[in-house]
């Protein structure tokens, strides 16, 4: 069943900590992409990356973090540097050619 | 850099009303896709256009892509209580190696 996965659904978190979010897909997929969702505000991009090894910073990077050691796996790391961290976050993958992106279920990030 | 905007944020239509959402680029697209995502869902593909002027129909859905490939519309005729929740587009510029940007999303509610 192929698939991308995020876990947890939802996260809590004190300020201060950091916090890893997990990103899996099984489609095979070269690129993989982290946006975050806030009410009224879109999907905007944190980081992507098109090859294992390298990734490049989007919209919103500052205050996370990611790493590309698999093809299948792209986790994101929300740092205590991030000033607003809490937000829905999104992770989706695609072929190489600009299409289609395949989302996950999606990390709800609660930090007080 | 590259903007995509899309009008109006909320819309809000009775049973049986048709509802169209529009998307704007700043710059010439290569493709511009559109998303649906479910109240506490994640966004999921609905279609791709890629040619100018290219119309696409899926049932009671209907979209445009520009003459300047530079704009698009999706139109939903006689809307139902399934057509909930926002529509994104997405669009990916010619030039350049970027990724997919995405409008702010129009959310649709529909009055029984």
């Known amino acids: 069943d192929g698939g991308i996965t995020q876990s947890p659904k939802y996260l809590f978190r004190k300020e201060g900590q950091n916090v890893t979010l997990s990103c899996e897909q099984n489609l095979n997929h070269d690129a993989m992409y982290w946006y975050r969702q806030d009410p009224g505000q879109g999907l905007r991009l944190i980081y992507y990356s098109q090859i294992v090894n390298d990734f490049q910073k989007g919209d919103i990077a500052e205050g996370y973090s990611v790493s590309r050691e698999k093809k299948e796996s792209f986790p994101l790391t929300v740092t205590s540097a991030q000033k607003n961290p809490t937000a829905f976050y999104l992770c989706a993958s695609s072929g190489l050619d600009g299409g289609e992106q395949y989302f996950g279920p999606g990390t709800r990030l609660t930090v007080t | 850099g590259q903007q995509v905007m899309q009008i109006p944020q909320y819309q809000h239509v009775q049973e049986g009303e048709d509802f169209t959402t529009y998307c704007n680029s700043s710059?010439?697209?290569?493709?511009i896709q559109w998303y649906k995502q479910r109240p506490g869902g994640h966004p999921v593909f609905l279609i791709q256009l890629v040619k100018s002027g290219e119309v696409k129909k899926q049932k009671r859905l209907t979209f445009q892509f520009g003459e300047a490939k530079k704009n698009s519309s999706l139109h939903i005729t006689a809307t139902q209580t399934t057509d909930v929740g926002t529509y994104f587009c997405a669009g990916l510029a010619v030039s350049g190696n970027t990724p997919l940007v995405f409008g702010k999303g129009t959310r649709l509610s529909v009055i029984a």
């Open positions: 710059t010439t697209l290569s493709n």
